[in-house]
């Protein structure tokens, strides 16, 4: 079965830092895979996402994030964080095969941001 | 932003008692879905929907029901509420691609007293 584990429940950085948020996947084939971003009392908007081509993709607000087939991984990653990033993190996947998809998501991780 | 909307946004309800939940969209999408959000296990798909009176189960749908009449409106109900199922709940919608980019909306926080 597919999952998704993201291994940093919490994380703190400095404002100004750069940022790298861990996500791996288990899935046998290439998966779809995305970056949502959660802010305090709000739904989830879409930050980026990766299906095929390109193994380094670009999302909103200065965000990227790379798929790494050998490593099963999809970091997301932003070089300079500001105040209003903190958020929540999720990592999502879908498997690519036709029919019965299931978005899956991870666990989450929460960012906060220190002056 | 998807025109999504959730009613109510805030609900405190004691055991053993009905609710339903409604999401409405105005982006004339397909693909409709209900999750819960608990710390600790992200968001978990209770019931999803992929046309007018077309649904089918998630992951945690027991002590769930669905029902989609219009293209625009996803209701949500607990037949019988339980403490187990106090959460955040989304709905979220998708276009032709099915599972795939999925906009939400802002939630609903259920408190089951």
């Known amino acids: 079965a597919q999952s998704v584990t993201q291994p940093d429940i919490h994380i703190t950085v400095s404002e100004g830092a750069s940022l790298e948020l861990r996500c791996n996947y288990s899935y046998g084939a290439t998966p779809y895979l995305f970056w949502y971003v959660q802010s305090p009392g709000q739904g989830l908007q879409l930050l980026l996402k990766?299906?095929?081509?390109?193994?380094l993709v670009q999302g909103i607000k200065g965000f990227e994030a790379e798929f790494k087939r050998s490593q099963s991984s999809f970091n997301l990653r932003k070089p300079s964080v500001h105040w209003s990033d903190a958020a929540e993190y999720f990592c999502a996947v879908v498997k690519s095969n036709f029919g019965n998809e299931k978005l899956t998501f991870g666990t989450g991780t929460r960012l906060t941001i220190i002056p | 932003d998807a025109g999504i909307t959730q009613s109510p946004r805030h609900k405190v309800t004691e055991t053993g008692t009905p609710v339903t939940l409604r999401c409405h969209q105005t982006?004339?999408?397909?693909?409709m879905y209900w999750y819960r959000q608990d710390p600790g296990h992200g968001l978990r798909l209770i019931h999803y929907s992929y046309g007018v009176k077309d649904t089918d189960k998630g992951e945690v749908s027991d002590g769930y029901s669905v029902s989609r009449s219009k293209t625009e409106d996803f209701l949500l109900t607990l037949e019988s509420a339980t403490s187990s199922q106090t959460s955040v709940y989304f709905c979220?919608?998708?276009?032709?691609?099915?599972?795939?980019?999925?906009?939400f909306g802002p939630g609903t926080r259920l408190t089951v007293t």
């Open positions: 982006e004339n999408h397909r693909y």
């Open positions: 979220a919608i998708s276009g032709t691609q099915g599972f795939y980019e999925q906009y």
């Open positions: 990766y299906f095929s081509g390109d193994t």
